[in-house]
């Protein structure tokens, strides 16, 4: 990763940008544009929800695979200590689930460290804990659950800035690669992947556009139909 999105060869944006631009777009706008472009399956499960109903993430991946572990290893401490050298802003750290055990996955100081590296928020398919920590740190993590387990000795990094699979909603598991770009809102998450990240952005900014038109014609009461015919979004 680095300053700009090195995978968009036909654009020059700074990724800090392209952030700030899908933060202000929200999940359904995203999801419809994604299956207008025949991408209908990267809306991850429903049951992955924010800690806090109002945060977002939007950002890079930075994958991380986990595996079960049943050995409190101490040098699989250090892996995950080199691992956090190796993020950059403003990524999204996305934790696989990797084990059965229901232990949580993430707490205050992975958050602490990650994004004293550089990381925005962070996706996880399973578990989290410290969780009063983590809304007070104002930094957006979105998970399956909460609970107390300690995850060492029962999880342990396998690989990171890999592919991983993600609990998915309309299929079992949605593929994240490194770089695709996160986006998660109440509503739930999306992955958008890496090479149509500045393609989807621009087309939800223009159907944004035909939205604020369209929602101010329906509020002053006109004829739905024809407000409709004015501003087909697809």
Known sequence: MSTHLDYLTDHEVNVEDICDRYRQLYGGLIYDVLEHFGRPHQVLSHTITPLDPNSRLAGPAFTVKGTMSCVRDESKRYKRLEMIRQMQYPCIEVRDRGTPFPVALYGELSASSARAHGATGALVDGAVRDTTHLLAMDFPVFSTSRNPVEAFGRWALLEYQVPVLISGELTAAVQVNPGDFIFGDYDGVLVVPRELTVAVLEECE?????????????????????????????
């Open 206 to 234: 223009r159907v944004k556009g035909i939205e604020d038109l369209a929602r101010v014609e329906f509020t002053r009461g006109e004829d739905p139909v024809a407000v409709f015919e004015r501003h087909k979004r697809l």
